[in-house]
């Protein structure tokens, strides 16, 4: 039989195509810092891919060749040094290599009897994140592709814990204004109306005011409404704010309201001493999101929803189909009763890997090197003139603003929105606005432990000529 008619690849063919992918890796890594953090091209550009489908096959190295040249230049790179853009994701090359051996093993993580390996590493994976965050023995969770699907998990089985079936046009979820929009995508995608939805003005510090969320709850059930669930955030994604979570604790528990924290980008902190000192509490919550993908280096996707009783979960997802009767665990886990997917890929494997690989002490040190240089950052823009700090460096973000003296805030508004898109399309660094207060900032996000002070420094540099160009024009 023709081995191209059975998707093989002969021995040796394979072997070198792998060595060229791999070597393709080892040189973007390795010229990283000599490409731009973010290269952004108009679809003329790119207008050579459009093709009719292939009905012949060409060589793998054509191919390749092709992916190097024409598709991966553009593209944000998040790995880089000076992406302080979003929230950034610089995985490491275990993660890498873990993503691949998931792949080539083709390893499918749904239930037991077809993964029992794989689904006790993603026990194990787990059982460490449940002790570095603090939930309890009976705790469990699982894996899934991002913060999006995380929070969508975690609402769905608040709402069925906390609301009955005839109740559900009447609930009622709390969260402030800088909540990370994937929760309100989430409520919308479960049914809820945005009547259903209240959106609490943060204080001065932009984290959730316990005082004005109780009485919005008072407020509601006055009015026949039913409170069951408060969102609270563990690193805002604008200002790396995190909500006070052991008296929003407080708060929820005697009134059977749960609490659920959004820390995708900030939880992870919790492995560092300074993290654990501005996520007191984080332990008490009834569900946690994570993402592994972003302060814990690794490549995408790789999110992780814990929940304080693993029950929650199977009550609100385990599905029993009939083709399924023979493949039911009788004593184990099967992952797809816990969350939407029924096919699973192995997406613990890479954290797993790297902790095994590198430590636990080398990570919360990595961690703790996004602090520092958060911190370095704000120490260099407040050296500059016409430069405001906005919020001071919290969990690896600092926000801050270009506002000489004499300047309107409308035309700083104007120049703010400017400056990162110029710096950005400059290859310089990767730094984007956000807005708070109605007004536009700048923000970075340090998370990257290959940042060097250098990159700090240089980044400052260019957006302070930047923004002195464009003040100059105007």
């Excluded at 995508?185 to 510090?205: C, E, I, Y």
């Excluded at 946690?288 to 609100?316: E, M």
């Excluded at 969350?339 to 590198?358: C, D, N, Q, S, Y």
Aim: charge should be negative; glycine fraction near 8%; charged fraction near 25%.
């Amino acid at each position: 039989m023709d081995q191209s008619s059975t998707l093989a690849f002969p021995e040796e063919a394979l072997r070198r195509s792998g060595r060229q992918a791999l070597e393709s890796i080892i040189r973007y890594q390795e010229t990283l810092r000599e490409r731009g953090p973010l290269e952004v091209t108009g679809r003329g550009t790119l207008s050579g891919l459009w093709e009719n489908l292939p009905r012949d096959g060409k060589p793998f190295e054509q191919v390749l060749e092709r992916l190097e040249r024409e598709v991966l230049p553009y593209m944000a790179r998040p790995s880089h040094p000076r992406f302080f853009a979003f929230v950034p994701s610089p995985s490491n090359p275990v993660g890498a290599l873990a993503s691949f051996l998931a792949a080539g093993y083709n390893v499918f993580c749904g239930s037991w009897m077809e993964g029992a390996g794989p689904t006790m590493i993603e026990l194990v994976t787990l059982d460490w994140l449940k002790r570095i965050t603090g939930f309890p023995e009976q705790a469990g969770g699982l894996f899934v592709s991002g913060g999006s699907m995380a929070n969508l998990t975690a609402l769905a089985a608040a709402r069925d814990a906390r609301l009955g079936e005839q109740d559900f046009s009447r609930g009622v979820v709390y969260y402030s204004d800088q909540t990370h929009s994937s929760i309100e995508r989430a409520l919308r995608v479960l049914g809820f109306s945005r009547r259903q939805l209240r959106k609490v003005p943060s204080d001065d510090h932009f984290r959730m005011p316990v005082a004005a969320l109780r009485d919005a709850i008072v407020q509601d059930r006055m009015l026949g409404w039913q409170p069951f669930c408060v969102v609270a955030n563990a690193g805002t994604t604008n200002t790396g704010a995190v909500d006070p979570l052991a008296e929003l604790s407080d708060l929820c528990r005697p009134e059977n309201l749960w609490l659920h924290v959004d820390g995708a980008f900030g939880a992870a902190a919790v492995l560092c001493e300074e993290g654990r000192g501005l996520l007191t509490g984080l332990g008490e919550v009834d569900s946690l999101t994570l993402d592994p993908h972003k302060w814990l280096f690794q490549p995408f996707d790789c999110g992780c929803v814990l929940v304080r009783d693993q029950r929650a979960l199977l009550d609100t997802f385990s599905v029993h189909a009939e083709y399924l009767t023979d493949v039911a665990g009788r004593d184990a886990v099967d992952f797809w009763d816990c969350g939407i997917e029924l096919t699973r890929p192995f997406r613990a494997l890479k954290l797993w890997m790297t902790f095994e690989v590198f430590g636990a002490d080398a990570i919360a040190t990595a961690i703790e090197r996004g602090f520092e240089l958060a911190r370095a950052a704000e120490g260099e823009l407040r050296r500059r003139p016409d430069w405001e700090i906005v919020t001071p460096a919290s969990m690896a973000i600092v926000s801050f603003r270009y506002h000489p003296d004499g300047v309107s805030h409308a035309l700083a508004d104007v120049w703010n929105r400017e400056i990162g898109l110029r710096v950005t399309e400059s290859g310089r660094a990767a730094v984007l606005s956000t807005t708070l207060r109605g007004r536009p900032v700048l923000r970075l996000c340090t998370i990257s432990p290959r940042t060097t002070e250098q990159d700090i420094v240089e980044t400052v540099n260019a957006l302070d000529e930047t923004a002195r160009r464009i003040a100059g024009a105007s």
